[in-house]
């Protein structure tokens, strides 16, 4: 999740560059660049560590003139936010300039075909040294055979010196836009709208496998074929703050929806010895400790489970909070897993340095490369990309992703599961970005059920096994983003305490994926009905016929195994979040008394 810039005109570039990345830096922002060609054909590259204003800095002291270039605004994916591994970079020559987003799966496999060292640790180096090896003087067909041998997911830009009066780039899973004015002679390349809303407001909307070039005259595309691309140009109506938002009114709403992205980029972390565990120490494992706060918790709640049950491991989840003053007895081959979005919160920092300090083995499950945690210990990054809204979605999703992908690769290296049902698992598990774009199209159905919803100030979310993880996160969103009063049970709690408060005017929300706990959850419903509350059950296609009657509301998500399922359903508990706070005017992106990072103890 990086922002990519490109442009060609009259004027100098830098200026025109540094403005896009300005607007693109919600993206990510621990690193940028930008390379620019001088009147002399030759490429400048300044890039620098940190906010774009550090960049500035470099470009006040070392300018770059020329009215060709492209820039780019780094969210580290692979190696860390460094001034090295900033965008740009350069084929052997040093004569191709290219910036990227997204992930190549196989730029081990290219960097080793291709026999070049890097001097940097990203993946996207290895793709300015493949196109440097193919170049055969059309820069738009190297690109075409270039992508031949890309695996993964992305959007590039590409400047070449042999080539200054052009402007290159293409795009796979990644999205890209392009814009040309006639009147100005400008032409411009950005990975999202905002970049360019300025200057134009007809884009053209790049597809996949296609590659394009920009120039003072105006722009084509060609296909992988190399067959030429007639799109239609798209108007943009929004204006920029909400263009900023992709078009969404708010962006918990859109990092709701950037889900089925995250999930394709975070499952294609699986290659070759991903997990930093040995098949020795996965043997010996005795148990895991999965510590985290808030959502992160209640991720590492589902973590606890899945490795259970999947792995055979003895796991339990720990409110980092409680666990950083507990004396709790460590056994011999015990693992620590600290869970975090930003890598930065304080309890879990202070109780990963704990576990650390007491001897266990420690990993980070973060979505922030080079964040604390990543630099106290070896962690697996979530691809969700940067998170602006402080409700956490995104990332959660891809936080329990993280621990199926554990759970399963564990139970192989443990001889717990066979081959063939890993198989059958990770096969599941690509299934979910289709299922959960599908899951999406919930959101008008909860938005009328929201809107019949008046005074509603009580909800009780229930759930068994996965299920009640889920209800956790489901009550948490709620309370957090609308304020209203909601809590979570198990739901063979309710009869011993909780079932006292249901009367008419309350809610119960009821979540019910697994099949063989069907039935149990059915019998709560009718006990909650029974007492005058609503129900809205979220619940799976083939459980949909045997819920539906006992159920005010019945959001159907699409069938999938009983690991999957409490991931879709997830996507109907933040909407549901979601149009709640709308519908009572609650400032969405920034409930009140919260932040996004809570990095002190207290506060
Ligand atoms: C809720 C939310 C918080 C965070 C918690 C931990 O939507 O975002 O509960 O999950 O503050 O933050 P991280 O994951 O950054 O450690």
Known sequence: MCGIVGFIGQRQAAP????????????????????????????????????????????????????????????????????????PHTDEKGRIAVVHNGIIENHEDIRRKLGVSCISQTDTEVIAHLLGALYDGDMQHTLLRAMKELK?????????????????????????????????????????????????????????????VVTREGMRVVNADGAACHHPLFHVGWDEASAEKGGFAHFMLKEIHEQPQALRDTFACRKGDWLPISKQEAQDMQMVTLAACGTAYHAALYGAYVLEKLARIRARAEIASEYRYRDVPVSENEWFVAVSQSGETADTLAALQKAKAMGMRTLAVC??????????????????????????????LTQVQMFLMMAITLGGMRGVISPAEAEERWRQMSLLPE?????????????????????????????????????????????????????????????????????????????????????????????????????????????????????????????????????????????????????????????????????????
């Open 16 to 87: 025109v560059l540094m403005e896009g990345l300005e607007k693109l830096s919600y993206r990510g922002y621990d690193s940028a660049g930008i390379a620019v060609l001088d009147e002399r054909g030759k490429l400048l590259i300044r890039k620098e560590e940190g906010r774009i204003e550090n960049l500035r800095s470099v470009l006040v002291k070392k300018p770059a003139n020329g009215c060709a270039g492209i820039g780019h605004t780094r969210w580290a994916t692979h190696g860390k936010p460094s001034r090295l591994n900033a965008h």
């Open 152 to 212: 993964g997911s992305y959007a590039l830009a590409v400047l070449c010196e042999t080539e200054p009066e052009k402007l290159f780039c293409a795009r796979q899973q990644s999205p890209l836009v392009m814009g040309f004015s006639a009147d100005s002679g400008e032409g411009h390349i950005a990975s999202d709208i905002p970049a360019l809303i300025r200057h134009t407001r007809d884009v053209l909307i790049l597809h996949d496998g296609e590659a394009g």
């Open 367 to 396: 979505n922030v490369v080079g964040s604390g945690m990543a630099r106290e210990t070896q962690a697996l990054c979530t691809h969700a990309g940067p998170e602006m809204a402080v409700a956490s979605t995104k990332a959660y």
């Open 435 to 603: 299922l959960a774009t599908r899951t999406l199209q919930t959101h008008a159905q909860i938005e009328r059920f929201v809107s019949r919803l008046q005074g509603c100030e009580h909800v009780f979310f229930i759930g068994r096994g996965l299920d009640y993880a889920l209800a956790m996160e489901g009550a948490l969103k709620l309370k957090e983003v609308s304020y209203v009063f909601s809590e979570a049970y198990a739901a063979g709690e309710m009869k011993h305490g909780p079932i006292a408060l249901l009367e008419k005017g309350r809610l119960v929300a009821a979540c019910i994926t697994q099949e063989k706990l069907a039935d149990k959850m059915i019998s709560n419903l009718q006990e909650a009905r029974a007492r005058g509350a609503q129900v809205l059950a979220v619940c799976t296609e083939g459980l949909a016929e045997r819920v539906r009657p006992h159920a005010d509301e019945c959001v159907v998500i699409p069938d999938a195994d009983e690991y999957t399922a409490p991931m879709l359903a997830a996507i109907p508990l933040q909407l549901f979040a979601y149009s709640m706070a709308v519908a009572r005017g609650c400032d969405v992106d920034k409930p009140r008394n919260l932040a996004k990072s809570v990095t002190v103890e207290e506060w």
